[in-house]
Structure formats: structure tokens, C-alpha cells
């Protein structure tokens, strides 16, 4: 009997026999159309697909749809499922009035485990850096180590956090005339750090409220753009990370202490969560 093949690109796995995606064992829902859209797109890896090829693969001739939405539709889903971007894409590439590129490398794997042969690879054009894969021993959370979560408690655990900052930049401003006072007590030069606080919140309260903003309203790309601003809010989250201690004569040393090293962490979160909206 014909051995049965298993199609397999960096974590994901794909069975044509069974209609089966799996992400590092995990099976994937999905439905058929975009099932067999990824099958020939895998099929001709490294190769651009048209959109009529595809027309022709998924609807007969005489079907009556609307046939560029319901692509747009059926590749949406297969970026959503493989948590791809269409503006920096890692799988499938978008060719403006072309069609479609399946990026990675595809394995063939035999039911026995043995490899049958590799399809396609992904063409770089002569301007075009190549993009290189995160490394495995990366510390920062890759989008393929995460799991799927439902989307509604990604979106609110994110705004919550810039709820959070922005409530610190708004009373911090509020009081700043007490938190002189504090500073006074604690530093030899408080007004310095008076000019850190009302710089830092000045930059950060609209950078909070575009976060809130594009969330609330789903902008498309938002993973991109906060990859760009990641280093300003990974600043301005570390300086009001130790925000804590200017309560610290309430509160003690060690519970500021223990509030600063949470507050740490919550910048990668943010990032973290970010990868999860769009994978």
C-alpha cells in the first residue's frame, strides 16, 4: 500500500489524508476551503499561487460567489490560525494583483517518520534581507511557543495594563505637589526626578491611549506596530516600575520591593499579549 505522507513546516504539521492541522501535536481547527488552500500553497512552496488557481481549486465553474471576499476570507483564517501577519508575513506572502507565496520550507514525512523530500524554499529578492527565524534559545517568548487563548481575555488583560499606567501618570501629575514632598524626604535632588516623572508621563499618556484605542477598535497590524514602540514602552515601564517606593514609608521597603519586581515583568507582558491577539 502507498505510504501516506504528513507535510510538515517549522512546528505545524499538515495530514491530507485526515484534513488534520496540528501545532506541535495539537490539532488546529479548520475548516475545508482554507484546508485545501494551504495544501496548495504548500504544494507549491516558494512559488507565487494566483488567485484564479486558487478560484479554480476551491469553487466549480458554475458556482456563483463573491469569489475575491471569500478568499480574502479563507487566507484571513489561515493567517489567523497559523498567527501570521499580513505585513510581515512568515507563511504566506501577498503579491498585489499576483496572488499568494507559501514563505517557509515544506517537509514530506512518510507515516514511518522518514523524510521523503523537501518542497520548495522561500526566494529572497536581491534588496530584500532574508528573515531569519528566532533562535531556539531565544529569551524573549517566540508567537509559536504560545497557545491559543480566546481573544476577549487577551483584549482585556491588555487594556487593564494601560488602564493601570495610565490611572499611575494621571494621579502622579494630579499630586504632583505631594510627591515632591515625598521626594524631598527620600533625595537629595528630587527636582530631577520631578522632570523624569512629568516627561515620562507626558509621553506615555498618549502612547497608552492609542494602545487603548487600537485594541478597543481592532486595527489590523497593531503587533507590528507595538513591536516598534516596545523599547519606548519597555522605558518608560521600567522607570515607573519603581514608583512603588515613593509609598514605601506606608507600605515598607520589601512590599515596594516585591510591587517594583511585578511591575518589571509587565512590559514583556504586554508584548507577550500582543503576539497572542495576532496568533
Known amino acids: 500500500m502507498p505510504q501516506q505522507k504528513i507535510f510538515r513546516f517549522g512546528v505545524f504539521e499538515v495530514d491530507p489524508v485526515s484534513g488534520e492541522l496540528r501545532k506541535s501535536g495539537t490539532r488546529l481547527r479548520l475548516q475545508e476551503q482554507p484546508f485545501q488552500t494551504l495544501l496548495l500553497l504548500m504544494e507549491r512552496s516558494g512559488e507565487v499561487v494566483s488567485r484564479e488557481e486558487l478560484r479554480q481549486k476551491l469553487w466549480p465553474a458554475d458556482t456563483f460567489v463573491d469569489f475575491d471576499h471569500s478568499l480574502n476570507t479563507i487566507i484571513n483564517k489561515l493567517r489567523e490560525v497559523l498567527g501570521d501577519s499580513a505585513s510581515s508575513p512568515r507563511f504566506i506572502e501577498t503579491l498585489a494583483k499576483r496572488g499568494y507565496r507559501f514563505l517557509p520550507a515544506v517537509e514530506v514525512i512518510t507515516d514511518h517518520g522518514e523524510k521523503a523530500g523537501l518542497v520548495g524554499s522561500t526566494p529572497t529578492a536581491p534588496d530584500q534581507p532574508v528573515r531569519n527565524p528566532s533562535p531556539s534559545t531565544s529569551v524573549l517568548t517566540r508567537p509559536e511557543d504560545l497557545p491559543r487563548v480566546p481573544q476577549a481575555w487577551v483584549r482585556v488583560l491588555f487594556l487593564l495594563i494601560q488602564v493601570m499606567y495610565l490611572s499611575f501618570y494621571i494621579v502622579a501629575l494630579a499630586r504632583l505637589s505631594r510627591v515632591e514632598e515625598m521626594l524631598a524626604q527620600m533625595a537629595a535632588h528630587p527636582s530631577y526626578i520631578i522632570v523624569a516623572l512629568i516627561v515620562t508621563a507626558a509621553i506615555g499618556i498618549p502612547i497608552r491611549l492609542y494602545l487603548i484605542a487600537a ?39 520589601g512590599l515596594a520591593l516585591g510591587i517594583t519586581a511585578a511591575l518589571l515583568y509587565l512590559p514583556f507582558a504586554e508584548r507577550t499579549l500582543m503576539l497572542m491577539r495576532e496568533g
Not at 477598535?217 to 516598534?228: E, H, N, P, T, Y
Open 215 to 253: 485594541v478597543s477598535f481592532d486595527i489590523q497590524g497593531l503587533r507590528d506596530k507595538f513591536s516598534k514602540l516596545f523599547p519606548a514602552v519597555l522605558l518608560l515601564d521600567g522607570v515607573w516600575a519603581f514608583s512603588p517606593f515613593l509609598l514605601s514609608p506606608g507600605i515598607g521597603p
